[in-house]
């Protein structure tokens, strides 16, 4: 890149040599974008019109131009938390994990608490977790908090356990095992609650800044009662509007609907929890997990509450969503929200947009309720790159032919399910060009979309998602959040012959995208734009 813009919202800058993809023109290498919106797409030719009435030009130089992508499923401080402190998903066994442990513990002796995320069990040689005296004795002792990748679970030292009084008799305390349920959610709660406000600040901060060097200009933030705080939530909320950076979009999972909306929340939704998570064999399921004889999870939620939910954040003009996962959890939401529509009307419903996070195990019957009842299914296709397969984490829970069932992407957009992307960081991380990848080339080949769908869903899908028809492509008109791209050639690509190919053809006027065939370079994010502001320039470029 070889201008510098100047941040100012009431700039006109016109940016043209490279490729802008945008619907309204296939082949458009310039965009005019004037008061936080895009003004115009076009041709270089029609650009020298612009160019003495603008404030600022800046060369692409050949750089491609894109919508900024949307995240549609973060936590925001617990993924600025392990970006800055103690990260454990790459540690390869509980030996490597024990020695990451004991050098953080040392290198922060003022923290009054430490914490932790990413240990999974099920990749380490040693197939378990790490006991609490094995952490008593890393820590010297101190308070720590150390979650699954999956974050449904965790284990945590007796110096935490012992600030949480009455937790030994909380559901989800066996003693030596991980922490789930309700005696999870009390030490997570005691365990934010140490933190200090600059602590909090700081991890939200770098969170914000990491996302904004990926591309990504709208973070939907899922928090809630048994998630974070309410300190935590609208402290995001009040950084998001006073300092540049991606948007934030606030969801707080609480049945208190007017509560969700007195701390500034869009939707008293996101990880409204019917139920947990596979790996933690928390997540609701109809029939038992294949390695756990007669376990069929944890259910939070039953269709009523769901029903009366759903129908007390429509009356309030809110978005209702719920986390569900197992195939019992997410019938559970169906019914419900079918219920709420017998009372209130299937048009009032539709029209409210609500969501449901994660929805992995799917069947046609949900499918097709989904569709009816205009559900958003919010979802990460990270998670089937890091635990589908033959032989990954979903096939030994579940058996190999329950497991391939999930994330059935495709089939939600062959029903007409709107599909919104996001990374559920920091269970996956921020990552939305393997976001996309990892979609267009699901371990499961009739699971898998075109990478123009993918791309749609992580761009576009994030805006529908919070009831914005107008954003999330680059028209005039819509608002300017873009990021600029250091890409090779752009091609317009399905990864095989399950995904129709009538757009692949160049005839089509479809606007071309870089090829995400496994194994190759992903894009390098060059600049970020949020509301025409700039957020983020990479070094020397």
């Known amino acids: 890149m070889s201008e510098t813009l ?30 936080g919106h895009v003004a115009w797409v076009g041709s270089e030719g029609a650009a020298d019109a612009f160019a003495s009435g603008v404030d600022e030009v800046v060369d692409l130089e050949g750089a491609l131009v894109t ?14 938390l392990a970006l800055t402190g103690l990260d454990l998903s790459a540690a390869a066994s509980l030996a490597e994990a024990a020695e990451l442990i004991r050098s953080y513990a040392r290198s922060r002796p003022a923290d009054r608490i430490l914490i932790g995320h990413g240990w999974d069990a099920a990749r380490w040689p040693e197939r378990r977790a790490p006991r609490r005296e094995e952490l008593d004795e890393l820590t010297g002792g101190r308070p720590l908090y150390l979650t699954r990748i999956d974050v449904h679970s965790a284990v945590v030292t007796t110096a935490l356990l012992d600030l949480v009084p009455g937790v030994r008799d909380r559901t989800g305390f066996r003693d030596g095992e ?29 969170a914000r800044q990491h996302a904004a060097s990926l591309g990504i200009g709208t973070l939907h933030e899922c928090g809630g009662p048994e998630i974070s705080s309410e300190d935590d939530f609208t402290g995001l ?8 950076g991606p948007r934030v979009v606030g969801y707080w999972a609480d049945l208190d609907v007017e509560r969700a909306r007195a701390l500034g929340a869009v939707g008293a939704a996101g990880d409204l929890f019917a139920d947990g998570s596979l790996g933690s064999h928390t997540a609701c399921l109809h029939d038992a997990y294949a390695d756990h004889a007669g376990h069929t999870g944890v259910a939070h939620l039953d269709g009523d509450t769901v029903a009366a939910h759903v129908a007390a954040a429509t009356e309030a003009g809110l978005q209702a969503g719920f986390h569900a996962i197992g195939d019992a959890a997410v019938g559970a939401v169906v019914d419900g929200v079918r219920a709420a529509a017998e009372k209130l009307g299937l048009a009032r419903i539709r029209a409210a947009r609500h969501r449901v996070e994660h929805a992995e195990m799917l069947t046609p019957e949900t499918i097709a309720a989904f569709a009816e009842l205009g559900l958003t299914a919010s979802v990460q296709p990270a998670f089937d790159a890091a635990w589908g397969g033959e032989d990954g984490m979903y096939a030994e829970r579940l058996g190999g032919e329950r497991a391939r069932t999930l994330n059935p992407y495709a089939a939600l957009l062959r029903a007409g399910v709107p599909l919104a992307f996001g990374s559920d960081s920091p269970v996956t991380p921020l ?32 805006w529908r998602a919070v009831g914005r028809d107008d954003a999330g ?7 300017a959040d873009y990021a600029i791209w250091r890409a090779e050639e752009l091609v317009v690509q399905a990864p095989d012959d399950r995904v129709a190919r009538w757009s692949t053809d160049p005839r089509s006027g479809t606007p071309g995208l870089p090829d995400l065939t496994p194994g190759g370079e992903l894009p390098v994010c060059l600049r970020t734009v949020v509301f025409g502001q700039t957020v983020f320039v990479r070094p020397n470029e």
């Open 67 to 80: 919508p900024a992508f949307v995240d549609a499923h973060v936590h925001t401080t617990a993924t600025g």
């Open 431 to 462: 990552d939305p060009w393997g976001t996309v990848r990892a979609a267009a080339f699901h371990r499961t080949p009739e699971h898998r979309i075109s990478v123009r769908a993918a791309f749609t869903a992580h761009t576009r899908g994030g």
């Open 178 to 206: 991980p922490l789930t349920g309700d005696a999870h959610h009390a030490v997570r709660a005691a365990a934010y609650a140490a933190l200090s406000p600059a602590q909090r600040t700081e991890a939200q901060r770098a």
């Open 6 to 35: 100047v941040d100012s919202e009431h700039r006109t800058v016109l940016l043209r040599g490279g490729e802008v993809h945008s619907p309204a023109d296939p082949f458009a290498t310039a965009m005019v974008v004037e008061r």
């Open 473 to 479: 492509t680059l028209v005039p008109g819509a608002p």
């Open 237 to 244: 909320l009040d950084l998001a509007r006073t300092e540049r």
